[in-house]
């Protein structure tokens, strides 16, 4: 597993495509947008993905962020609808603090 301190802003800048960060807090489990390469972080980087209504690509955000941190490895959720929303999410769980304390998103169509 990754550690959260070996990746940069910078670095994340460089990634193709929709990606973004979520640190995570425990007690009550708590993920807060710190990064998105989407040119949307003056609206919800900071913020809590419970305070929210970010784009429809975060649908149940909350949940996989907790599926990937109980597990412990990656998550995938891919959505299928009728619609134009069909979207596939991953979410890899960064270590630090001597917990998971960060998540590494990526959106694809």
Sequence with gaps: MPFSDDLGSSDLRMLPGKTFVLRAFAMPERFRFEFLSDGSQGAIEG???????????????????????????????????????????????????????????????
């Design 47 to 109: 913020k809590f993905v419970d305070e929210t209504s970010p784009s429809p690509i975060f649908s149940y955000l909350q949940a996989q962020g907790s599926a990937t941190i109980e597990a412990t490895e990656p998550t995938l959720l891919r959505l299928t609808e009728l619609s134009e929303r069909s979207f596939s999410r991953l979410l890899l769980p960064m270590w630090g603090n001597g917990q998971i304390n960060m998540l590494l998103g990526a959106v694809g169509g």
